[in-house]
């Protein structure tokens, strides 16, 4: 009883730091931003591109930290001009880019975006293109003249700004000499709380971005929905990209405090922790990401030089439903291992999604579906396989039905199963023809899928649509 009430008082003293920590830091954030407030001209910027001339930095010289005092000082050389538009816009998309020696994605990647988003909603949109490479003179007048050139009606609408920062910006970046992954990771720091300082006064919300990923289509729209969708309208940080800092959005109004934690952070760790930490600081609840995500990250090269970074979201290929069957209630089971993020449930759920096998199918692993009153029905599909992992699908499977089920309430058992369909190239279409001569008017407690033999590919079943008759 002693030792509990040890580690009682223990974790209260812990939480107790905790909470100080964080009363701390949010009254710090907050001196900050009244300071900056007070002390920071609104800077109006009238040119769509502006690039600023190139200045050496001084690698030699000793760099600390910033503090909070020389960021808010409007002499400092890392001071942030903020254009103030006639009208704020719904969305900043901010994307950063610089130059990579392995691959390039970056323009690719601003067509797929500009070709999945309406006129309509370009009205409601500014694109901030962030040139990133502080000593790249030449890679950034040949990107900057390739974006005048090619979507010169979007920054002339407002659609479209091309920026970059003074080297000056970077002055107080710790020099790290020879570790270049340390330096790659704080400049990236400095690079995303330079977009968000620059954007905060354009629109109402902000996205960030990164340069080597694809949207899908309408994600404009589905964005705006799922803002709209939010109980509570006091949230810091919506997510479509369970990726690093991939799809973020967050209300404008925060961004002056996020970019300045970034700043304060920057040597110690990513962006992808601090965001987090600010978010819990900010009290946003729990993760709020949408599913499926809208944005895949598709570059293999890193913009570190010889780093690889493979990265998929595996909530982005969550597709809506094609067949839509009545599917009445029941509960699912299957002997096939399972996880949190892609539950049994999702394949015969209407709701977007699919079930994916924590592992291969083996002989005679099953997925039951146990309807909760007995069913007749008409006709049945199963659809397995996804467009990332199209060979994730049940290469020799029948579709049985159960008359009856028994047994454990961990994995029931299809009784008195009837035979109904062989999957053909993953895809199993069970039409009153095959039924009826073997059913006749017999309702049925249950539907199986059984594998024949043992596979090597997990499993990926997309939907199961059941019908019956009207």
Same mark, same amino acid.
């Given at each position: 009883?002693?030792?509990?009430?040890?580690?009682?008082?223990?974790?209260?003293?812990?939480i107790?730091?905790?909470a100080?920590?964080?009363?701390?830091l949010?009254?710090?954030?907050?001196?900050?931003?009244?300071?900056?407030?007070?002390?920071?001209?609104r800077?109006?910027?009238?040119?769509?591109i502006?690039?600023?001339?190139?200045?050496?930095?001084?690698d030699?010289k @000793?760099t600390?930290?910033p503090?909070?005092?020389?960021?808010?000082?409007?002499?400092?050389?890392?001071?942030?001009?903020?254009?103030?538009?006639?009208?704020?816009?719904?969305?900043?998309?901010?994307?950063?880019?610089?130059?990579?020696?392995d691959?390039?994605?970056?323009?690719?990647?601003?067509?797929?975006?500009?070709?999945k988003?309406s006129?309509?909603?370009?009205?409601?949109v500014?694109?901030?293109?962030?040139?990133?490479?502080?000593?790249?003179?030449e890679?950034?007048?040949?990107t900057?003249?390739?974006?005048?050139?090619?979507?010169?009606?979007?920054?002339n $609408?407002?659609?479209? @700004?091309?920026?970059? /920062?003074s080297?000056?910006?970077?002055?107080?970046?710790?020099?790290?000499?020879?570790?270049?992954?340390m330096?790659w990771?704080?400049?990236?720091?400095y690079?995303? /709380?330079?977009m968000?300082?620059?954007?905060?006064?354009?629109? @109402?919300?902000?996205?960030?971005? @990164?340069?080597?990923?694809?949207?899908?289509?309408?994600y404009?729209?589905?964005?705006?929905?799922?803002?709209a969708?939010?109980?509570?309208?006091?949230?810091?940080?919506?997510?479509?990209?369970?990726?690093?800092f991939?799809?973020k959005?967050?209300?404008?109004?925060?961004?002056?405090?996020?970019a300045?934690?970034?700043?304060?952070? $920057?040597?110690?760790?990513?962006?992808?922790?601090?965001?987090?930490?600010?978010?819990?600081?900010?009290?946003?609840?729990?993760?709020?990401?949408?599913?499926?995500?809208?944005?895949?990250?598709?570059?293999?090269?890193?913009?570190?030089?010889?780093?690889?970074?493979?990265?998929?979201?595996?909530?982005?290929?969550?597709? /809506?439903?094609?067949y839509?069957?009545?599917?009445?209630?029941?509960?699912?089971?299957?002997?096939?291992?399972?996880?949190?993020?892609?539950?049994?449930?999702?394949?015969y759920?209407?709701?977007?999604?699919?079930?994916?096998?924590?592992? /291969?199918?083996?002989?005679?692993?099953?997925?039951?579906?146990?309807f909760?009153?007995?069913?007749?029905?008409?006709?049945v599909?199963i659809?397995?396989? $996804?467009?990332?992992?199209?060979?994730?699908?049940?290469?020799?499977?029948?579709?049985?039905?159960?008359?009856?089920?028994?047994?454990?309430?961990?994995?029931p058992?299809?009784?008195?199963?009837?035979?109904l369909?062989?999957f053909?190239?993953?895809?199993?279409?069970?039409?009153s023809?095959?039924?009826?001569?073997?059913?006749?008017?017999?309702k049925?407690?249950?539907?199986?899928i059984r594998?024949?033999?043992?596979?090597?590919?997990?499993?990926v079943?997309?939907?199961?649509?059941?019908?019956?008759?009207?």
């Amino acid at each position: 009883m002693r030792s509990l009430d040890r580690r009682g008082l223990k974790f209260a003293h812990i939480i107790g730091v905790v909470a100080v920590l964080t009363i701390i830091l949010q009254a710090t954030l907050m001196f900050k931003h009244q300071c900056c407030f007070w002390r920071r001209d609104r800077t109006v910027v009238d040119q769509r591109i502006q690039l600023i001339p190139y200045e050496k930095p001084n690698d030699n010289k @000793e760099t600390t930290t910033p503090s909070l005092s020389s960021l808010c000082s409007r002499e400092n050389p890392m001071y942030v001009p903020r254009r103030i538009p006639s009208h704020k816009r719904y969305l900043t998309i901010g994307i950063p880019t610089v130059k990579r020696r392995d691959g390039e994605y970056f323009m690719d990647m601003l067509s797929s975006m500009f070709n999945k988003t309406s006129e309509d909603e370009l009205q409601k949109v500014v694109f901030v293109i962030f040139l990133a490479d502080i000593e790249n003179i030449e890679w950034k007048a040949e990107t900057e003249a390739k974006i005048r050139h090619k979507y010169s009606t979007h920054i002339n $609408s407002g659609s479209l @700004e091309v920026i970059q /920062a003074s080297p000056s910006f970077y002055m107080n970046m710790t020099n790290y000499g020879n570790n270049s992954y340390m330096k790659w990771r704080t400049k990236q720091n400095y690079d995303y /709380a330079y977009m968000m300082k620059y954007s905060q006064d354009l629109s @109402e919300y902000y996205m960030q971005m @990164e340069d080597d990923v694809i949207a899908s289509d309408g994600y404009f729209d589905a964005i705006n929905k799922f803002i709209a969708d939010q109980p509570n309208l006091e949230w810091v940080c919506l997510e479509f990209s369970e990726l690093g800092f991939i799809g973020k959005v967050y209300h404008s109004k925060y961004l002056e405090n996020l970019a300045d934690m970034l700043l304060m952070f $920057s040597d110690t760790q990513p962006v992808d922790y601090t965001y987090v930490y600010f978010n819990m600081l900010m009290n946003n609840g729990p993760r709020k990401i949408r599913k499926p995500t809208l944005f895949q990250h598709m570059g293999y090269h890193s913009s570190l030089s010889e780093k690889v970074q493979p990265l998929r979201d595996k909530f982005f290929d969550f597709p /809506a439903k094609e067949y839509k069957g009545d599917n009445p209630t029941a509960h699912i089971y299957t002997s096939l291992k399972v996880s949190d993020n892609f539950p049994p449930s999702l394949a015969y759920s209407h709701e977007n999604g699919h079930f994916w096998s924590d592992g /291969a199918a083996k002989k005679d692993d099953v997925y039951l579906v146990v309807f909760d009153a007995p069913q007749s029905i008409s006709r049945v599909v199963i659809d397995t396989g $996804s467009k990332e992992h199209p060979g994730d699908i049940v290469n020799h499977g029948i579709v049985e039905a159960c008359v009856s089920v028994s047994g454990s309430h961990d994995l029931p058992v299809c009784d008195n199963n009837v035979f109904l369909k062989d999957f053909e190239n993953g895809k199993a279409v069970v039409n009153s023809s095959d039924i009826s001569p073997k059913l006749g008017v017999i309702k049925v407690k249950g539907l199986q899928i059984r594998f024949k033999e043992s596979q090597n590919e997990w499993v990926v079943i997309k939907e199961i649509a059941v019908f019956v008759p009207k």
